[in-house]
């Protein structure tokens, strides 16, 4: 995956998370399946942003 894939991905991911915060705040909470994918959504932007860093730090260290 492309560096610039990867933060399209990034940038995606926080876009349905922050749909989901912010359906909970004007609805009152999360259903458990906006609950489960909630935190489906957070483990995968944790590997994405690991991916991104450990990309950049072979970038730098092959220059």
Do not use: N, P, W, Y
């Not at 989901?20 to 004007?26: E, I």
């Not at 609805?27 to 906006?34: I, K, R, V, Y």
């Amino acid at each position: 995956m492309a560096g610039h894939e990867i933060t399209d991905r990034i940038a995606d991911l926080i876009d349905e998370e922050h749909r989901l915060r912010t359906g909970a705040l004007h609805h009152g909470g999360l259903t458990s399946d906006e609950r489960r994918r909630l935190k489906d959504l957070e483990r995968q932007l944790d590997a994405a942003v690991d991916l991104l860093h450990r990309r950049q730090a072979l970038a730098a260290f092959d220059d």
